[in-house]
């Protein structure tokens, strides 16, 4: 009978995860036995309904040391005994002198707790994310003797350094991801190209079910019905929405539209300033995060979606935006740019548009071509959705690491 697992994550839930949510609830009706590890209190005051429906309890480790010093402390004492204590701390004490931060000491903190913490029952240890959830699990798994394991998707990837990442690819069972580009970046790094493996999300389509409305055919010549342009992301640097807002700035006068956005992040402050100072504050709507649910009816009632993914200064920047497949699985003409693995999923011309990034001008012409040809968007629309649904459903991928965690 297989043991249960522990899965590391960075927090639990959050609204912007819902790819992990998906693999969650996945696992568990595999069958799998879950115990859910969080690095971090959630923090969004909503949920969406399949956290709860995810079964497995979830313990949170100490976000910060001082918080919960007791805790720590004997984590500490009793860490100590374990057979993999003196290897683990040689282990961090390297990493330390490399990356002398605050963060190294509470990754090693958490990961002494973590340690003491997790029932002996527990046989595999499984980090989603390859910088701070990664080095937690692999300093508790080092301590316990234990195997683990690492799903990679974006940033971890990007910013980590890549003697970080060469390690952990060294010292993990097997690392998948989700992405081509992501594959073959960290195949160049791992002792074996085989230990890496390419595991797509997906999308569960029983979630996002086609519409059975069809979409009117606004053309933004009426101002009374504007064409209703949707995006869905995190308010970071990586999507861009600087350059999207510049771009709606350059679309003619005369053309009728309105810009909703849905989602938190660190920028919504300076991205409504900048909309007042382009003279953009009538046309733009923030709605903020939201729940699946109320997504999806957004997703329905838009005419297309727009995403203007970048590199951002640190190196940060998307994989595969679960928010692309989800517009698509509407029928939702998507246009995006050329971005580490966006043009897995759109084909430009094809199944969406795509423009370079950190490009307003471009952009606004694409735009420009969306908002005033309805049937070219219900074309795109409708090859987007056939494509995501014949090569991008969740099952493949589920059934794969459900596999992995069988076989080790």
């Given at each position: 009978m297989q043991r249960p697992i522990a899965i590391v994550l960075k927090g639990y839930p959050r609204l912007s995860e819902t790819f992990i949510a998906q693999e969650l609830l996945g696992l568990e009706?595999?069958?799998?036995?879950?115990?859910?590890?969080?690095?971090?209190?959630p923090t969004d005051t909503r949920r969406h309904p399949i956290h709860s429906e995810i079964r497995s309890p979830v313990t949170y480790l100490p976000e910060y040391l001082h918080q919960e010093p007791g805790r720590v402390l004997g984590a500490w004492l009793a860490a100590r005994r374990l057979p993999g204590y003196v290897a683990a701390l040689r282990l961090w004490l390297k990493d330390l002198r490399r990356d002398p931060t605050p963060n190294r000491i509470r990754r090693f903190g958490q990961a002494l707790v973590l340690a003491r913490e997790l029932g002996p029952e527990v046989g595999w240890i499984y980090a989603h994310f390859l910088h701070t959830p990664a080095s937690v699990a692999r300093y508790a798994a080092r301590m316990r003797g234990l195997a683990w394991s690492c799903s990679a998707h974006a940033k971890d990837i990007w910013t980590l350094p890549d003697w970080e990442k060469r390690e952990k690819l060294?010292?993990?069972?097997?690392?998948?991801?989700?992405?081509?580009?992501?594959?073959?970046?960290?195949?160049?790094l791992a002792p074996e190209p085989s230990r890496v493996e390419l595991v797509r999300h997906g999308l569960d389509f029983d979630r996002f079910p086609l519409p059975n409305a069809t979409r009117p055919a606004r053309d933004g010549r009426d101002r009374s019905d504007p064409v209703t342009v949707l995006s869905v992301g995190r308010a970071v640097?990586?999507?861009?929405?600087?350059?999207?807002?510049?771009?709606l700035s350059l679309l003619p006068k005369d053309l009728h539209w309105r810009f909703v956005h849905i989602g938190g992040g660190t920028l919504m402050d300076a991205l409504k300033r900048m909309a007042a100072e382009m003279g953009l504050a009538s046309r733009v709507v923030w709605m903020g995060a939201r729940s699946q649910e109320d997504v999806i009816r957004h997703y329905r009632e838009a005419d297309l979606f727009a995403l203007a993914s970048r590199v951002a200064e640190d190196g940060d920047r998307d994989g595969l935006p679960n928010v692309l497949m989800e517009a698509q699985s509407q029928g939702l003409a998507c246009?995006?740019?050329?971005?580490?693995?966006?043009?897995?999923?759109?084909e430009d011309g094809e199944t969406g548009l795509l423009v370079p990034p950190d490009n307003p001008r471009p952009l606004a012409k694409g735009l420009e071509t969306l908002i005033t040809a309805p049937e070219l968007r219900f074309r795109l629309g409708a090859a987007g959705a056939q494509r995501l649904r014949a090569d991008f459903g969740c099952e493949p991928g589920l059934d794969r690491l459900a596999a992995k965690f069988d076989t080790g």
């Open positions: 009706k595999r069958g799998l036995d879950l115990r859910l590890i969080s690095l971090r209190h060294a010292d993990c069972r097997w690392l998948v991801t989700c992405t081509s580009a992501n594959l073959d970046h960290l195949r160049t640097e990586k999507k861009g929405y600087s350059v999207l807002l510049t771009a246009i995006s740019t050329r971005v580490s693995a966006i043009p897995e999923i759109i």
